[in-house]
C-alpha cells in the first residue's frame, strides 16, 4: 500500500515566545516527535455507524508496514461522533480532534449505537493515488470526518506522550484552531493534488505539536508528566535536568539547585512520576542519544560526550541497558539511521 506522503516546502518550524517554564519543558519534549510520513482518510458517515480500528502493530501492518509507530487522530469536519479506547471515552462535535498517542484499539462511531464494523471492510482497493474516502451507515444524519495517521520515529522515553490516556479529546479555539484548519486543508488538498510523493512534509507535525500544546494547557494535573512540569519542586528540577542534560549531576546537587531536600526532590518525582530523577535523567538522555543516532552521522563518541557520558564505553553500555542493543546496532536497524 502506498502511503501517502506530503511534500517537503515547509521545512521550518515557526518561530514561538515561550510564555511559560511548562511550555519550555513541553517544546523541548515535543521537538524529539520526528513524522516521517501521513496517511489521510477522508470518512462520510450515516447514522446509524460504527468502525471498530486495530491496534499499532495490526494497524501498521494494514495501513502502513514498516513504520515503527503510528500516531492516530480524527477530526469531525461536520456532525458527530465518539471514540472509545482502553477504556477511556469521548464525544466529538464539529471541529473537534481525537488524537491517540500510541495507536490504541478503539471504536469510533455515531450517538446512536450500532454493531461496529472493521475499518479494514471500509477501505478501498489498493493502491492508492489519492485520499480514500470511507463511506458506511444507514439513512440518518452526515457527519464527515478526516483521519490521520502519523508514521513517527519509535519515542523510546517520551514521558508526555507516555503518561497520555489512551485517547484525549481536543477542541481548537481562536488562532490555533485557524492553524489546524488551514494545515490540515493544505495537506488534503496537496495530497489529492499530488499524490504518493517521495518527501516528507512539516504539516502533519506541526498540526501534531499544536494539538498537544493545546490539550497540555488544560489537561488534568493530578499526576504524570504535566503535572510534573507544574509542581514547584519537580518543575524547577526538571528544567535542570532538560536546560543541561549533559551535566553529571547528582541527587544532592540537583536538589540544592531546586531549592529543596533531597528526600523531598525524591518523594515529589516517585509521587508524580513513578520513578527517580536521576532515573528520569538517564532516560531523557537515552532520548537525545537515540534522535542523534537516527538523524546525524555523528561518531559515538560526540554522542556520548553530548548525552552526558565520559567516555563512548560508558554510553554504550547505558544504551544497551535502556534499549536492548548497542548503539551501533540500534543505528543501523533504523530507518535512515545516522542520516
Not at 498517542?101 to 450500532?114: E, I, K, Q, Y
Not at 454493531?115 to 480514500?132: F, G, M, R, T, Y
Amino acid at each position: 500500500m502506498t502511503m501517502i506522503e506530503l511534500p517537503g516546502e515547509l521545512t521550518e518550524t515557526p518561530p514561538r515566545a515561550i510564555a511559560d517554564p511548562t511550555t519550555a519543558l513541553l517544546s523541548d519534549v515535543l521537538a524529539q516527535v520526528r513524522l516521517s510520513g501521513a496517511l489521510f482518510l477522508r470518512g462520510e458517515y450515516t447514522s446509524p455507524w460504527a468502525f471498530d480500528s486495530p491496534g499499532c502493530c495490526a494497524l501498521i501492518d494494514l495501513l502502513s508496514p514498516g513504520a515503527e509507530r503510528l500516531i492516530v487522530f480524527h477530526r469531525v469536519m461536520a456532525g458527530e461522533a465518539w471514540v472509545t479506547a482502553g477504556g477511556h471515552h469521548v464525544d466529538l462535535v464539529a471541529g473537534d480532534l481525537a488524537i491517540l498517542p500510541s495507536a490504541h484499539r478503539h471504536l469510533v462511531g455515531s450517538p446512536d449505537m450500532v454493531e461496529p464494523v472493521q475499518i479494514a471492510e471500509l477501505l478501498p482497493s489498493s493502491p492508492w493515488n489519492d485520499v480514500p474516502i470511507l463511506r458506511h451507515g444507514g439513512d440518518g444524519a452526515l457527519t464527515n470526518m478526516v483521519c490521520g495517521y502519523f508514521r513517527c520515529d519509535e519515542l523510546l522515553f517520551n514521558s508526555f506522550l507516555r503518561s497520555l490516556p489512551p485517547v484525549i479529546r481536543v477542541r481548537p479555539e481562536g488562532t490555533v484552531a485557524t492553524l489546524i484548519e488551514a494545515g490540515l486543508s493544505f495537506a488534503l488538498e496537496d495530497a489529492e493534488r499530488r499524490g504518493p510523493s517521495a518527501g516528507v512534509a512539516r504539516v502533519p507535525e506541526l498540526l501534531l505539536v499544536e494539538a498537544l500544546r493545546l490539550y497540555s494547557s488544560s489537561a488534568p494535573r493530578s499526576t504524570g508528566w504535566l503535572a510534573a512540569t507544574s509542581d514547584p519542586v519537580v518543575g524547577r528540577a526538571l528544567r535542570l535536568l532538560h536546560d543541561d542534560p549533559a551535566r553529571d549531576w547528582t541527587l544532592d546537587e540537583l536538589a540544592r539547585a531546586a531549592a529543596t531536600s533531597r528526600s523531598v526532590l525524591g518523594e515529589r518525582f516517585k509521587t508524580l512520576l513513578d520513578q527517580s530523577p536521576i532515573n528520569y535523567l538517564a532516560e531523557w538522555r537515552m532520548q537525545l542519544a537515540a534522535n542523534l543516532l537516527r538523524t546525524t552521522p555523528l561518531k559515538l563518541a560526540a554522542i556520548a560526550e553530548q548525552s552526558g557520558y565520559g567516555s563512548e564505553a560508558a554510553f554504550s553500555r547505558a544504551f544497551h541497558r535502556h534499549v536492548g542493543m548497542s548503539p551501533a546496532q540500534w543505528r543501523q536497524a533504523s530507518p535512515g539511521g545516522g542520516r
